[in-house]
Antibody, heavy 118, light 110 residues
Framework: DVQLVESGGGLVQPGGSLRLSCAASGFMFNTYWMTWVRQAPGKGLEWVANIKQDGSDKYYVDSVKGRFTISRDNAKNSLYLQMNSLSAEDTAVYYC???????????WGQGTLVTVSS | QSALTQPRSVSGSPGQSVTISCTGTSDDVGGYNFISWYQQHPGKAPKLMICDVSKRPSEVPDRFSGSKSGNTASLTISGLQAEDEADYYCCSYAGSYTLVFGTGTKVTVL
């Protein structure tokens, strides 16, 4: 079965950094685009970033460009999100998702909560 | 990258049908047939319900259907059931390998 398990969330001060991880299993990780989606408390879903199968292409929502970096290690079946210069507006549950052959997200992790607060 | 517009809430009695709209622009919804819909129960991860405007993954009941006209996509739930009470989000490809979600709609089963 496909499984995506996020980790690395927690409490961080404004201006700080955090690295999220997503461990994938049950499918050929290196053949899929992967994605991070976030959801602020009580709010809707927001697409954050995409990364191509080999890591060569990466795309971001404007609000995180220059601060967040998506990456992957296909040897470890893992996806990452390095988050720098964090602000309260980045407080959210961050989901790792597999992007299907088209543009939808067919499997999701359970999410990891990031709280930015002093 | 503005969020697609959905009604805040819709409701219906068991057995009835409800339709959720998702309005964007010609740069997203109107420009591509990469429209998907997600169901999210409280405290849970989203679940894919519709992809490519109107295709249903095999495990999704055929009570769920999707369509698109111009810059507006729609999700219809026929024969509403108690377990359909959840939040629903549309999502569209917006070009340049970016995607945008809708604002979300809470479906209440009366």
């Amino acid at each position: 079965d496909v499984q995506l398990v996020e980790s690395g969330g927690g409490l961080v001060q404004p201006g700080g950094s955090l690295r999220l991880s997503c461990a994938a299993s049950g499918f050929m990780f290196n053949t899929y685009w992967m994605t991070w989606v976030r959801q602020a408390p009580g709010k809707g879903l927001e697409w954050v970033a995409n990364i191509k199968q080999d890591g060569s292409d990466k795309y971001y929502v404007d609000s995180v460009k220059g601060r967040f970096t998506i990456s992957r290690d296909n040897a470890k079946n893992s996806l990452y999100l390095q988050m720098n210069s964090l602000s309260a507006e980045d407080t959210a549950v961050y989901y790792c998702a597999r992007r299907s052959r088209n543009m939808d997200f067919d499997f999701w992790g359970q999410g990891t909560l990031v709280t930015v607060s002093s | 990258q503005s969020a697609l517009t959905q009604p805040r809430s819709v409701s219906g009695s068991p057995g009835q049908s409800v339709t959720i709209s998702c309005t964007g622009t010609s740069d997203d919804v109107g420009g591509y047939n990469f429209i998907s819909w997600y169901q999210q129960h409280p405290g849970k991860a989203p679940k894919l319900m519709i992809c490519d405007v109107s295709k249903r993954p095999s495990e999704v009941p055929d009570r769920f259907s999707g369509s698109k006209s111009g810059n507006t996509a729609s999700l219809t739930i026929s024969g509403l059931q108690a377990e359909d009470e959840a939040d629903y989000y549309c999502c569209s490809y917006a070009g340049s390998y970016t995607l945008v979600f809708g604002t979300g709609t809470k479906v209440t089963v009366l």
